[in-house]
DNA sequence: CTCTACCTGAGACAATTTGTCGCATCGCCA
DNA sequence: TGGCGATGCGACAAATTGTCTCAGGTAGAG
């Protein structure tokens, strides 16, 4: 699908990202360039917007937790300029409510972060009922997911081990020996 | 087949209970007859659709582990039989992964038990939108993001267990034991 | 029909990893 | 200086995994 087809402007799809965290933009807009799409990035429902407005993306992926707004009117409204756009919804604070909601209100697809860019391709291509492309890649590995998760936790609560094993429910022993551990690799 | 039970001599809602669980079924069925429904059961997908298509039902609550096979499954024939029934699709081990299925396929919530009727009664009123759902405050425990990973994992390969355990390079056996159990709540 | 190739659920037992406690240090701060 | 919470680490029991092994079940090939 890289290059289903000549459309009208470019001969790219355009992928519009929206996300409050600047750094993780830069990087998936890197990774998602790299596969063949045209990218924009937006950092708040305004600029997302105006730029949708401006040109409507063939995809999107939206953030649920944008500022104070939620990203769920977003995807309602980015449905509204165009059926057509495929939306994965993506966030680091994962609850079924929201995901029942999103897909409501129209998203392809809601993903809890971590995620990789693979994974993401993934979700676009995903159609209900079944049949899925071959899910090519490896996704991480459980372990790999732990870690990076517990990563971001901890630099949310400024490296603080204690609170960090509270928040995510486990003991801070063990959290103290899973630091110790390296970062698998894979 | 638009509309039913014109000549049927009820004149409550008619709702289908989908369960295995017969205790459950029983204790439901009691608690929203009470509550004016027209209820009926059924312990397997196949008498379930028997049922259906004697005379589909307005309402539906359709378990998501019936026995081998999904309650997804279901939810797609109901929804076939007549689009206008209203489906709240239930289970003890819920994740993202089957929620955004379950609502893709044409469920119109989904919930995890335990729950009471009238949480079940206010699924069925539920319209997209208006939710006031607050964006979580605390991130998923690791080992609740554990569990919705393997099973976003799960569903993108057809809830093969064994080419999951492949592709999460873990044990079969261990992905079995970590299927067996609830999600931790949270 | 038989054979093959997988997938699945489960029992058993050892190898590891966690859960828990306890204790000694530190940095903060009133 | 005492109270409070964070941190590193030793030790031992409890729980979870890694492995192996069986015994069905199913779908396709020959």
Redesign the interface.
Known sequence: MIESSLTDDSEYPSLLIVDDDLVFCEVLSKALTKRGFSISCAHTIEDALNLAEASTPEYAIVD??LSSE?G?VLV?KLRNLDPGTRIVMLT??????????A???GAT????KPVDADEIM?AFE?T???A?IP?SA??L??GR??WE??QR?LTENDNNISVTAR????HRRTLQRKLAKRPLR?
């Open positions: 649920l937790k939620s769920l309602e680091g604070y994962a609850s079924i409510a929201t995901a029942v909601e897909i409501k209100l697809h809601y993903l809890a993934a995903r209900v009922g079944e899925n899910i490896h996704p590995s459980v997911l732990e998760y517990i936790i928040i995510l429910n486990m894979e």
